[in-house]
């Protein structure tokens, strides 16, 4: 796959086509109450699902910008305790913050092979043998995103709250 080929990929998914649904209408159209809502026996709602989401899409691009912000100690440090939003106003924002960092990514995925290829400083000992180039970040945020996004249209639809739009189509 040629580097243009991979970069519109990887945009692609980023955005939900392909394979994927739309990222954004999976988080929109619902509730903060909604979003709220646990459905035994998954541990987490689908607002703590989208904060983790968003805390590792931020922690990746301040990586990707020069900084060197710390690796939590632990993996429940980048979920949220509160299940629920604290209003329907912050449901809102972290859906906004969503989008917003989204478009981020995107842009750069759209860069120069210059600063794809450039090489992150590890964030982690486990990390080490792993590569850390800007562009393989990028596929990494999207994995996560796409992994993530699947528990929340799982949610969804058991919450009986997938848009009619976004069901099969053959």
Not at 4 to 11: A, D, F, G, K, R
Request: net charge negative; proline share 5%; glycine share 4%.
């Amino acid at each position: 796959m040629s580097e243009n080929h991979s970069q519109q990929t990887l945009i692609e998914l980023l955005h939900g086509r392909g394979a994927h649904a739309d990222s954004l209408v999976s988080v929109q159209g619902i509730s903060a109450e909604l979003a709220a809502r646990r459905v035994a026996p998954y541990p987490q709602s689908i607002s703590q699902i989208l904060s983790h989401m968003n805390y590792w899409m931020e922690y990746e691009l301040r990586r990707i910008r020069g900084e060197n912000p710390p690796y939590p100690s632990h993996a429940a440090c980048s979920w949220p305790t509160q299940v629920a939003p604290a209003s329907e106003a912050g449901w809102e924002r972290e859906i906004a913050r969503f989008a917003a960092l989204v478009d981020e990514i995107s842009a750069i995925a759209k860069s120069d092979s210059h600063l794809l290829n450039r090489e992150l400083k590890t964030a982690h000992s486990s990390h080490a043998e792993v590569s850390a180039s800007v562009l393989a970040v990028l596929w990494q945020i999207v994995a996560h995103n796409s992994y993530h996004l699947g528990q929340i249209v799982l949610l969804r639809r058991l919450l009986n709250a997938w848009p009619e739009k976004m069901g099969d189509t053959w």
